[in-house]
């Protein structure tokens, strides 16, 4: 079936250390985004892809990286340099800006990062 | 900034419409309404969106108002499934980032 692949659902990492969180989708969508959400706010944006090889930093990109080399992937690398990395990450993709298509995103299940 | 005003949230009984309103006086002549949903932990959800014309599937119906300064999610009848905070976006067409607000917390109840 199509969709968008997060993993892992949880992950635990020491202050200091880099982790790198995963997105896969097989929707063939060019666009692809990161969003961070803390308990009771909604979504922030980290980062955005419309193309492979091109990202752009969205409104909190300071502490993350993120790599676009294939069109199905688009990790998400939380570096030591992000203060207050424990929160829930969400990958989302979008089809082309056609007339065809709703525009509409499509997201993936999440990923809980816990900084011990 | 979110360009959206909602309420933070809302009650409805089981099996009654809930309709949720959603500001946007800002809204310029090529940018869409969006509407998405999420379930606790979950990521969310596409319900519906429309320019200025009423719109209606599966799942909800969306009424634009004249000005399409503001505009109504309705669940024609709700569910307890239902429970979700819901977001109401506007947005150009395209792959904009969609900036998502605090949303409006739907509670139905039994």
């Known amino acids: 079936d199509g969709g968008i692949t997060q993993s892992p659902k949880y992950l635990f990492r020491k202050e200091g250390q880099n982790v790198t969180l995963s997105c896969e989708q097989n929707?063939?969508?060019?666009?692809m985004y990161w969003y961070r959400q803390d308990p009771g706010q909604g979504l922030r944006l980290i980062y955005y892809s419309q193309i492979v090889n091109d990202f752009q930093k969205g409104d909190i990109a300071e502490g993350y990286s993120v790599s676009r080399e294939k069109k199905e992937s688009f990790p998400l690398t939380v570096t030591s340099a992000q203060k207050n990395p424990t929160a829930f990450y969400l990958c989302?993709?979008?089809?082309?800006?056609?007339?065809?298509?709703?525009?509409?995103?499509?997201f993936g299940e999440g990923s809980r990062l816990t900084v011990l | 900034d979110a360009k959206t005003t909602q309420p933070p949230s809302m009650d409805c009984a089981e099996g009654r419409a809930a309709n949720l309103p959603c500001n946007h006086s800002t809204i310029s002549g090529n940018e869409y309404v969006y509407w998405y949903r999420q379930i606790h932990s979950q990521g969310p959800q596409y319900i519906i969106h429309?320019?200025?014309n009423n719109e209606t599937n599966e799942m909800a119906s969306l009424i634009i108002t004249e000005d399409r300064k503001s505009s109504t999610l309705i669940l024609p009848h709700a569910t307890l499934r239902d429970t979700a905070v819901y977001y109401c976006i506007v947005r150009d067409w395209g792959n904009t980032p969609l900036v998502f607000g605090k949303g409006t917390r739907l509670s139905v109840i039994a």
């Open positions: 989302a993709s979008s089809p082309p800006g056609q007339r065809l298509n709703t525009g509409e995103l499509f």
């Open positions: 929707l063939n969508h060019d666009a």
């Open positions: 429309g320019l200025k």
